[in-house]
């Protein structure tokens, strides 16, 4: 699905996130009797819904989880996708051109953190790439690390496109009476918006300004079995 009207321009284009893929970030964390599961994939929003039920099914076979699951899992999936496809075909606008995107995760034992700047104009960019290539620079050798990053980016991705469209509704409906409507949505993200094209260019989606190479170095941190055990049996008693 193309974009109809260059991001660049002031006029609205219709919603879909910055990326090569238009895949809708699913995240899962359901509990039933005490036993809980949890996972973050994509999906892609043209696949038939059948699918669903079908990815359920071999999710709790797989891992061996009570049959209850099953509709947990195919209802939260759905409705997520429901949510992502009551999005399609509306106006959006991209206020802020450059963003930063923020890592704090912890897959298995790996920790990771980080923050860079993603172009939103882009839409080329490739966040599965962009993570298989940071993780091969930072030494990761799990391979659930590489996917938990391009979820989280893109869910900051999903969320600021919905920001946008969000952003061209209130547009609309305050168009009479108003000059000079800035379309420039407030992202959890980051603070205000600085463009930064004319500074580097349209080389790639990802930028790390030389001067903040210190202050925003990727750091990672590998927790022992037991650190892991302690920091999960906390982890359960907030969510409870």
Partial sequence: MKASASPHSKAPFKFRIPTAENLVPIRLDIEIDGQRFKDAFTWNPSDPDSEVVVFAKRTVKDLKLPPAFITQIAQSIQSQLTEFRSFEGQ????????????L????????????????????????????????????????????????????????????????????????????????????KTGGASVDLVKLFGHRSSVVRKRKDWDIYEPIVDLLSNEEVDALEAKEERIAR
């Avoid at 106006?91 to 923020?102: A, F, H, Q, R």
């Avoid at 790439?129 to 930072?138: A, I, N």
């Fill in 104 to 187: 704090d995760l912890r897959v298995n034992n790996t920790i990771i953190k980080d923050q860079f700047l993603w172009d939103l104009n882009n839409y080329e960019s490739d966040p599965e790439e962009f993570s298989r290539t940071l993780c091969k620079d930072l030494g990761i050798d799990d391979p659930e690390v590489g996917p938990a990053i391009a979820v989280a980016i893109r869910e900051q991705l999903y969320e600021i496109a919905v920001q946008n469209v969000a952003s061209a509704r209130e547009s609309r409906m305050s168009k009479k009476g108003r000059r000079g409507f800035e379309h420039v949505p407030v992202s």
């Fill in 91 to 102: 106006d959006m606008y991209t206020g802020e051109k450059i963003i930063p995107i923020k």
